[in-house]
């Protein structure tokens, strides 16, 4: 009996030395995580408030909006490298995600002049504007805006018109994480979660996100899975692509906000956009859909629609990726401007370097 008690009193007591492990592990890479996402950025105090925003490459600039749940970090990731083709990269965090308080700009349209005043910061004159997945609507907003400031738009698997989150994704396994209205702590132990996936279980993770952003058949579905397991650099754009989401709780403020701008978006006169436009959208997109792409590409004059066949929301991973890079590139150098903005070359922002204090 009391040798029974004894391992019972073990075994509890190596359940409870588990927990502090896990715990101590948690609280690290929450630490550690949240220094590399707040180190990675500057700060620019704009006549809308303050913008948080990182810049890579040389050259014409692209302002590129990241999509939901996210922040600067997404676009970095995915940005088809362009900035190694004679680019710069300039990507702010939307109102609402990371340091870019709610306050400088709730709706699409104030974000979009906000980041047309970071561009006053920064001493930009012109960009081509970029819009990935839910930040569609202020990439939109600042083309027609703020037209003069503008020589091309891309558009990638974009929220063009009234968008409300699909169950697939809200009720998924990441979803659950993502769209938590837990407490910050709670969240980002949740996303740790999700990191141990990306880690050392790649095959569920990828089954996991793909199924959540895909409306593919069976057949097709697996095939897609397979082509990216396959692929070492495929499997880094996914754990790139998660990463750039944690940890979470630091960008709690955004998705909510995004959740209700979309759900009310009015019809936008895209027929008032007059600069190059390219529209890329995979046809399965289960998150936001394909009738998005085409509300984009045919109201908007001239625009070009590449639709992507047996694709979902995460166009820049699968057997197509690189024929939709390729796109992207061929565009952005034939509308390219001739003259590069001195500012933009030497560095000069004129910005309010990243601050120790941070969102955590």
């Not at 715990?23 to 500057?42: H, I, K, M, N, T």
């Not at 006169?269 to 436009?277: G, R, V």
Request: charge should be neutral; aromatic fraction near 8%.
């Amino acid at each position: 009996m009391e040798s029974t008690e004894q391992v019972g009193v073990i075994f509890a007591g190596l359940i409870v030395a588990l927990g502090f492990v896990c715990l101590g592990a948690f609280v690290s890479w929450r630490r550690r995580l949240l220094a590399q996402v707040l180190g990675g950025s500057e700060i620019a105090e704009t006549a809308s408030g303050l913008v948080e925003f990182a810049r890579v490459g040389a050259g014409p600039v692209i302002l590129h909006f990241h999509g939901g749940a996210t922040g600067y970090d997404q676009t970095l990731a995915l940005s088809w490298d362009v900035q190694e083709t004679g680019f710069t990269v300039l990507t702010p965090s939307r109102p609402g995600y990371l340091r870019t308080p709610l306050t400088t700009g709730a709706t699409p349209a104030q974000a979009a002049d906000a980041m047309a005043n970071l561009l006053d910061v920064l001493r930009i004159d012109k960009v081509c504007l970029m819009g990935t997945s839910g930040g569609g609507p202020t990439a939109l907003q600042f083309a027609l805006r703020h037209p003069d400031r503008v020589w091309a738009l891309v558009l990638q698997s974009a929220v063009t018109q009234q968008f409300i989150e699909p169950r697939r994704s809200t009720h998924s396994l990441l979803g659950w994480v993502v769209f938590s209205r837990s407490g910050k702590l709670l969240v980002d132990f949740g996303a740790w979660g999700v990191h141990l996936l990306a880690c050392y279980w790649s095959t569920l993770l990828v089954r996991t996100l793909l199924n959540a952003s895909e409306d593919l058949d069976p057949v097709k579905a697996r095939q897609r899975r397979l082509f990216v397991r396959e692929h070492a650099e495929q499997l880094k754009i996914i754990r790139l692509i998660v990463a750039s989401g944690l940890p979470l709780s630091v960008r709690q403020a955004g998705i909510r906000n995004d959740l209700h701008q979309y759900a009310a978006l009015p019809v936008y006169p895209l027929e008032k956009i007059t600069c190059p436009t390219l529209v890329l959208q995979g046809r399965a997109d289960g998150n936001v859909p394909f009738a998005h792409a085409e509300f984009a590409a045919y109201t908007i004059p001239n625009a070009e629609l590449n639709a992507i066949e047996d694709c979902g929301h995460l166009i820049w991973v699968g057997p197509r990726a690189g024929q939709a890079r390729e796109k992207v590139l061929a565009f952005l150098k034939r509308y390219m401007p001739a003259e590069v903005n001195e500012s933009v070359l030497v560095g000069e922002s004129g910005s309010k370097q990243q601050q120790k204090a941070g969102p955590a």
